[in-house]
């Protein structure tokens, strides 16, 4: 059994984790050089804020793991991402989308953290925060430049919509995790964050002349880690081959 | 040895490059957030400029190392998260330095005030992101040469 707080935790560095490591697939393989480095860099900020979610769990946990122990020697059912950040890159569309529906969600949470009764928890919050506004300044440009495009780059945003909406649902479902850290004034409830999502979403997926689809099923499992999709080992196994092979490697 | 003064320490530190941005000191970028004597062991509490920031490391080794220079053994670096850094924070003359060095220096309108080579002012963003985390890729239309603007956070 695990205290809510280290479990809170890694769903805070293993999104940025997650999500960081997905974005750093591109690097050298992005269909412009400008959108390269945005897409490294953005990946870094990411890393670096993983650094201090999974410093401070290993903190809590108080069991001598470090943010590396914890990144790279977990098995995928120990993670606690959302599915939507596991989700593969597939095209240049689908990832925009991804990053913009996720840093919505981000920027939002991030902004009540920062005034959470944790004070580590506060800190780490304000200095993701700074990083986090300006990827949703890009990734909401982007995604309305794509969308209201030519007919070819609004047919894959679109197809990329279509794809992720499903996954949108599991941001803003509370469980029992959720619950300790709202009566303890740490976190905020995360259904109480969609309204304030929504109005950013919306209107600029309206602008982005693309439809958001009907129904509200949503796919679960991340954030508790009892159903992980089968992407996630995928890339564990790349990203943590190294430290496993080498347990003693070091620059 | 005699203890040198915090003062001589700040001044010590202004000498130390930024290892991206060479022309400016890391006092200069503002992370040096505290210098202070504990008991025999000084204390420099530096805070990165952004989190993921690969440089982070280089310059906490670079400060050590500087400082072991000036002959001072007992050295503790901590990183210091709060309050996060800001580009409010550079130095009168890291900036100036900055715009010498070809990067257009971070201004609360989101935006370089001209282009630091020709000074004209009808610029425009190229990309958010530049060649490390705190630049920007930004143009000038009148001399059509690149730049790099240096984020304002």
Redesign the interface.
Known sequence: MTSPLFDFLLRQGDNTLVLGHRVSEWCGVSPVL??D??L??????????T??WLGYAGEVEGKGRTADNLAYLREAWDFRNLLLLERPNDDFGVTMMRQFLFDAFHVLILKALESSSDTRI???A???L??AT?HL??SRETVIGLGDGTAESNAKMQAALDLLWPYVGEMFVADDVDAAMVKEAIAPDPSTLREAWDAIVLPSLSEATLTVPEGDFTHKGGKNGTRHSEHLGHMLAQMQILPRSYPDASW | MQRPTTDQIWEWLDAVPDPEIPVISVVDLGIIRDVRWENDTLAVAVTPTYSGCPATSVISFDIDKALREHGLKNIRIETQISPAWTTDWLSKKGRAKLEDYGIAAPRAAGGPEHCPRCKSTDVEKISQFGSTPCKAQWRCCSCLEPFDYFKCI
């Open positions: 400008e959108e480095i945005a490294a860099n953005t990946a870094l900020d990411m890393i670096g804020q650094q201090m506060a800190e780490i304000a200095k993701s700074k990083e300006y300044e890009r």
